[in-house]
């Protein structure tokens, strides 16, 4: 019998279900009532950096191709018969599936037959099918993806960026890898990567939306086998401090120059904690969020447009503060991003700053619970961070203005910092 429990926030007035199915495999279930659509999300905490590898009690690391993840995630939706976007089409289910740095995940929305949908899903992803011909074949579409891809200017540049950054970590390889490295793959390694991180015990199915947990194990219970836990140890790359390269530049297709910003952190420990990421955001949030004088500044002075954003970017192995926009002079935004860094560091955030920031983060934080398949999504980031859903409102409430600053005065080093600048053509 599957293990339920409910989740509470009396803060929030929400729940959620927690369920330890007898397969291994953890499941979450939000039911959300007067809402009609339902949100499924089958995931496994295994991305693009997940390269070398070992199960417990192997002396050494397996190295696979880069790419292999996403690879794995587009051959998974085939069969000998028919495939998983076809069977879909007979339920009325909207479907895809995302490889990200950390993490694979496969989803469908529908407004009715959820039960038939999920059946589908967690049928396909649980039957992998590879043979030497799919394979090749596959090899020739997403070589061709991986090509599209270095045309898109805001990919290029937060991927020319990375590698600007980083100069062994694989957060600096485009996550569908290289046409170089994807020729690599046989069905023999996708079995290996299958059989290592689709176990059950890597992996959580979160459903949000109409539904009941009666409804998820009714199906769960039918499809889903006991598999025997297993350990897996990523290799946890040391970084070195500086950056590769302090400036790069393309030239692509683009109506206007796209900048990407980056100011590498140095990482001791292979994770960041939830506490880091929120107290990070507000960092972000006082030196250039859309509400500070010196967004305004940048966009009185036409050094930036409405495109600008930021983002604390982080996972197993490193992180970063990046800056992205539209800029004519990407060097000059640097410059005063900069200035603005070391001028904080030295004044601090002011408590009315860091007060007005965390209202708002905590505003946007509650406003997810809105909207189904963001609250799918978040359980699947925060059971694969070993948080709780809830545990963001709760930190947000106990943050300190003073280790906030503690965090924006060593944690954000300026001298190591690179600026990748994508220019028009005939520039």
Not at 198 to 207: H, I, K, T
Not at 241 to 252: F, M
Request: proline share 4%; charged share 25%; with cysteine.
């Amino acid at each position: 019998m599957p293990d339920i429990r409910e989740v509470k926030s009396e803060r929030l007035g929400e729940s959620y279900f927690e369920i330890d199915h007898p397969s291994g495999l953890k499941i979450l279930v939000y039911p959300k009532k007067n809402y009609a659509a339902t949100y499924a999300v089958f995931g496994t905490r295994y991305g693009s950096i997940d390269t070398e590898f070992r199960l417990n009690g192997e002396e050494k690391f397996t190295c696979v191709p880069e790419g292999i993840a996403h690879f794995l995630e587009h051959k998974l939706f085939e069969s000998e018969d028919l495939d998983a976007f076809e069977r879909y089409a007979k339920t009325g289910a909207s479907a895809n599936a995302y490889t990200s740095f950390d993490k694979t995940c496969y989803l469908f929305s529908c407004t009715g037959k959820f039960q038939e949908s999920l059946e589908i899903l967690l049928d396909f992803v649980t039957h992998p099918y590879f043979t030497e011909k799919t394979v090749q074949k596959e090899q020739g579409i997403i070589g061709q993806e991986i090509q599209m891809c270095r045309d898109e200017a805001g990919w290029e540049a937060l991927f020319s960026l990375l590698r600007a950054m980083y100069k062994t970590h694989p957060v600096r390889i485009d996550i569908a890898g290289t046409v170089e490295s994807i020729a690599e793959i046989t069905p023999e390694l996708l079995y290996k990567c299958y059989e290592t991180f689709y176990n059950f015990s890597n992996m959580v199915l979160c459903v949000a939306g109409n539904v009941t947990p009666d409804e998820v194990l009714s199906v769960a219970d039918r499809l889903l086998k006991p598999q025997k836990p297993i350990e897996i140890e990523r290799k946890f790359h040391r970084e070195p401090r500086e950056v590769a390269e302090s400036y790069t530049e393309e030239t692509l297709s683009v109506a206007f120059p796209i900048f990407s910003l980056g100011f590498k952190e140095a990482v001791e420990t292979p994770e960041r904690s939830l506490r880091e990421i929120l107290i990070s955001d507000i960092i972000l949030e006082a030196v250039a969020g859309k509400t500070s004088a010196f967004y305004s500044e940048l966009l009185e002075a036409g050094l930036i447009n409405t495109s600008f954003e930021s983002e604390y970017f982080c996972g197993y192995g490193y992180a970063a503060w990046i800056f992205t926009g539209e800029s004519p002079d990407g060097r000059e935004v640097q410059k005063r991003i900069t200035a603005r860094i070391r001028a904080l560091q030295e004044s601090g955030i002011s408590k009315a700053d860091f007060e007005r920031i965390r209202k708002k983060l905590y505003g946007r934080s509650i406003m997810q619970f809105n909207d189904i398949d963001g609250i799918a999504n978040a359980m699947v980031s925060a059971y694969f961070c070993k948080e709780g859903l809830f545990d963001e409102t709760e930190i947000l409430q106990s943050l300190t203005l003073d280790e906030v600053n503690a965090r924006l005065r060593t944690a954000l080093q300026t001298d190591c910092a690179s600026l990748s600048v994508i220019k028009p053509e005939g520039e």
